[in-house]
Antibody, heavy 113, light 105 residues
Framework: QVQLVESGGGVVQPGRSLRLSCAASGFSFSDYGMHWVRQAPGKGLEWVAVVWNDGSLKYYADSVEGRFIISRDNSNNTLYLQMNSLRVEDTAMYYC??????WGQGTLVTVSS | IVMTQSPATLSVSPGERATLSCRASQSILRNLTWYQQRPGRSPRLLIYDASTRATGIPARFSGSGSGTEFTLAISSLQSEDFAAYYCQQYNNWPLSFGQGTRLEI
């Protein structure tokens, strides 16, 4: 079955960088677009970014455009989110999601001085 | 596109029917999904294309609507249905979620 395992979260100071990973298994990863979605503590869902199955196209939420970079390695079935210039308001649980609607368990990012 | 869900909280008794609404700020055709999120859990896809149930979703969940007005109906509520529900449009980039409806007993 589909399995998505996020990692790379942690506590980081404002202005610093962090890279999240999402290891995928149980499906043909290179056939699916992939999303990152985040959820601040006690808040709703916020879509972050998408990458096409072949990596050819990417879109971002306005709130992260120019700071975050989504990428993927189809040879290793892994999705990434490079987060730069982090802000306190980026504090959230970060989920990866397949375009088919399967979700990982999330990885928590806390931006705090 | 701004997605607005109502009500923010809905109190219903087990066995009753719940109706949740989602409105888009402009037409999104039928490009809408509904997700369920139980406390402490990841979201789960319920409905896509406004009315198509995802694999394994019980028939008591039904979606309807097009354009700017959408509805998620849950008939005969079970205990496991008490959760948060989110709509999301995928007609335009960037994608956007509604703020959610919390369904409580």
């Amino acid at each position: 079955q589909v399995q998505l395992v996020e990692s790379g979260g942690g506590v980081v100071q404002p202005g610093r960088s962090l890279r999240l990973s999402c290891a995928a298994s149980g499906f043909s990863f290179s056939d699916y677009g992939m999303h990152w979605v985040r959820q601040a503590p006690g808040k709703g869902l916020e879509w972050v970014a998408v990458v096409w199955n072949d990596g050819s196209l990417k879109y971002y939420a306005d709130s992260v455009e120019g700071r975050f970079i989504i990428s993927r390695d189809n040879s290793n079935n892994t999705l990434y989110l490079q987060m730069n210039s982090l802000r306190v308001e980026d504090t959230a649980m970060y989920y990866c999601e397949t375009e088919g609607g399967d979700w990982g368990q999330g990885t928590l990012v806390t931006v705090s001085s | 596109i701004v997605m607005t869900q109502s009500p923010a909280t809905l109190s219903v008794s087990p066995g009753e029917r719940a109706t949740l609404s989602c409105r888009a700020s402009q037409s999104i055709l039928r490009n809408l999904t509904w997700y369920q999120q139980r406390p402490g859990r990841s979201p789960r896809l319920l409905i896509y294309d406004a009315s198509t149930r995802a694999t394994g979703i019980p028939a008591r969940f039904s979606g309807s609507g097009s354009g700017t007005e959408f509805t998620l109906a849950i008939s005969s509520l079970q205990s496991e249905d008490f959760a948060a529900y989110y709509c999301q449009q995928y007609n335009n980039w960037p994608l956007s979620f509604g703020q959610g409806t919390r369904l409580e007993i």
